[in-house]
């Protein structure tokens, strides 16, 4: 007989890492609480266009996982979430959950009528802000949940009783409040992530000055068919096709003022880039500017195939600078060539800065008792007896290492309610 009360575990981020071992911890058995700060799950993964090795949409992936959460009916998920305290020990912990209003409630059927009337308009999250959504909107067109939200702004408006009028199933409730849920738990898993490092602080390169310095995230979403330019690469100064894109490898990692770790994918990510602009664009020319390049194990292949292609120029040297053509928004790249010794000019029409993965950790400071390195990662997988990190909140990590990392972490954390 299982007793819920303390058998259960809290899964803390619905990424990739988070919906693993939630998903195999409750197809062992066990009751799991999922929660998450965004309004959908999928985490990061949710927002790129393909995976690499093998290209294939992560929503395939994806789907198998939101099928195996309805199927199983232990998984509790909690999205607009966080955890605001969590403490106790292996076998008994105390969690608060506070739940943020969507202002809109489990009888959304996502027709849309919400979003049919509503005018005002704000900045699209999911697209990294590279085009605008309505206020009443749904996350992102495969969401799960798949349900309409409204923005605070527009629940406090005029505007928010027009769009709560369209609604005939009674979904759209506009004073909806925070909601905070008391949870006793047996095991905690924490995976909360990364998030892009800010490009803005890379005071050289040019993001934020200039409109065709765009980062790697960003060119996710603008290869993605649900993107801003529906899948089209574009230059965003002025929609043209561009013929000419440089890869800026290392954009603030393995600096010391920066990022000073490795984030061990971005290599991989730009070389899988280059084969989203290929594709559209035979003819486009391709700078890859490397300190040097990791591809680790089985990985190595794709670059080597990459390398093959006469279009793309692999070229070992440190962009130092980017500048603007005020005329034309095309962009001068300052490179010095580590190899030769020189100091290149190169001309590009989009230049794309592979920044890292900084973790949440960092930056959001729960759990507050877990150790950090250096780098704000927490610093060991069990954090404590009945409490564990996992995926890109302790390492850098590809996608396969994270469902692995999530796999091992709800292994621990079974093993941490069962071995009492
Ligand atoms: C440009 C780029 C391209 C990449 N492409 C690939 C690829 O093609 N193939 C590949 O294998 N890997 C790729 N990766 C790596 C991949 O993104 C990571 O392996 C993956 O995102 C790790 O999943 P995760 O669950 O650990 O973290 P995340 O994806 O960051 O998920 C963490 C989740 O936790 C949530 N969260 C954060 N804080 C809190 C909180 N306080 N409370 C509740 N929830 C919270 C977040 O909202 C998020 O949903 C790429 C990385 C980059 C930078």
Not at 12 to 19: A, E, F, N, W
Not at 43 to 55: D, E, I, N, S, T
Request: aromatic content about 10%.
């Amino acid at each position: 007989m299982v007793d819920v009360e303390t058998q259960s575990i809290l899964v803390v981020g619905g990424g990739m890492t988070g919906l693993t071992a939630a998903i195999e911890a409750a197809e062992a058995g066990r009751e799991v609480y999922l929660v998450e700060k965004n309004p959908y799950l999928g985490g990061r993964v949710a927002q790129m266009h393909q995976y690499f090795p093998k290209l294939c949409p992560p929503y395939c992936g994806l789907e198998i996982n939101f099928r195996r959460i309805k199927n199983s009916g232990r998984i509790h998920v909690f999205t607009m979430a966080q955890v605001e305290y969590v403490s106790g020990r292996k076998g008994a912990w105390d969690a608060r959950i506070k739940i943020e209003p969507r202002y809109v409630n489990e009888k959304c059927t996502a027709c849309g009528k919400c979003a049919e009337v509503c005018t005002s308009e704000i900045d699209n999250p999911f697209n990294y802000g590279m085009d605008k959504i309505k206020a009443a909107y749904l996350p992102h067109d495969m969401a799960f949940p798949l349900r309409y939200m409204l923005d605070p702004s527009l629940a406090k408006s005029a505007e928010g009783q027009t769009v709560k009028d369209a609604c005939q199933y009674g979904a759209i409730e506009l004073d909806m409040q925070p909601k905070t849920v008391e949870l006793k738990v047996g095991a905690v898993v924490w995976a909360t992530g990364w998030l892009p490092y800010n490009a803005k602080r890379l005071d050289t390169l040019g993001f934020g000055a200039y409109p065709n310095v765009i980062t790697n995230v960003m060119m996710e979403r603008l290869a993605a068919a649900n993107g801003p330019t529906k899948g089209k690469i574009l230059r965003p100064s002025d929609g043209k096709a561009p013929q000419t894109v440089a890869f800026v490898q290392c954009a603030g990692s393995r600096d010391e003022n920066h990022l000073p770790f490795c984030s061990s994918v971005c290599c991989m990510a730009s070389m899988k880039q280059a084969t989203y602009v290929r594709e559209q664009y035979p003819d486009a020319r391709i700078y890859i500017f490397f300190i040097d390049i990791r591809a680790m194990d089985r990985l190595e292949s794709f670059y080597a195939d990459l390398k093959k292609d006469a279009n793309v120029t692999f070229f070992k040297g440190k962009v130092a600078k980017i500048e603007q053509d005020a005329a034309t928004e095309n962009l001068v790249l300052r490179v010095e060539d580590t190899t030769a010794g020189s100091l290149n000019m190169i001309n590009v029409d989009l230049a794309v800065l592979a920044t890292g993965m900084q973790p949440n950790t960092s930056v959001y400071h729960q759990p507050t008792f877990a150790e950090r390195d250096d780098y704000g990662f927490i610093a060991a997988q069990e954090v404590t007896p009945g409490f564990f990190a996992a995926g890109c909140c302790r390492t850098p990590n590809s996608v396969s290492e994270s469902v692995q990392d999530g796999t091992a972490a709800a292994l621990k954390a079974i093993q941490s309610v069962v071995r009492r």
